[in-house]
């Protein structure tokens, strides 16, 4: 007849137990908590547009489709127009810099949800679900890639004479 179990033993096997279970899934967690934190440390620089981006290169990846039907894109614009021919979402300096820093603030987010999205398709792939890798992937693609393409596209299209100069309107004349 095996002899009963101590209370304070039973605690201390639940505590192992529960340890052993969430140790291999805690480099997810950390991963998870890396890839929320992450963007929130990118330097401004990271946010400026690169020549690059300003040609052809976000348009070859579909981003005119995309932004077709994004948050403040071309047909809900179509539609205010309609309403208001002279509305614009950026109609002077203000609403231009209000644009870029919603902008800015967008990416981060997307960026960190996307990294957030590569570590459940890396967790769905070590687990051997491919299917449900291929299912993550397709959507993180569609719901946070090409929103940070959508952000970067549009800064960059925002871009004017003096960003690319570094001379503003208000600066004095030089001598």
Avoid: K
């Avoid at 505590?15 to 950390?30: E, F, H, Y």
């Avoid at 127009?81 to 603030?105: E, F, K, M, N």
């Amino acid at each position: 007849m095996p002899s009963p179990t101590r209370p304070d033993v039973e605690r201390l096997r639940n505590r192992l137990n529960t340890l052993v279970l969430l140790a291999p899934g805690a480099w997810v967690l950390l991963a998870c908590v890396a890839a929320l934190v992450l963007p929130a440390l990118l330097p401004p620089g990271y946010f400026r547009p690169r020549p690059f981006e300003r040609g052809g290169f976000y348009p070859a990846l579909g981003l005119r489709a995309f932004r077709a039907i994004a948050t403040d894109g071309d047909w809900i614009n179509r539609r205010l127009r309609r309403l208001d021919p002279a509305y614009r979402v950026v109609r002077d300096r203000r609403t231009r810099a209000g644009h870029i820093a919603g902008s800015i603030t967008g990416e981060r987010w997307h960026t960190a949800f996307l990294l957030f999205g590569l570590v459940t398709t890396a967790s769905a792939l070590a687990t051997g679900q491919h299917g449900w890798a291929i299912a993550i992937t397709i959507f993180n693609v569609a719901f946070n890639l090409y929103p940070v393409w959508h952000q970067r596209y549009t800064r960059a299209r925002l871009r004017t004479t003096a960003d690319v100069t570094g001379v503003t309107s208000s600066a004095p004349a030089a001598p």
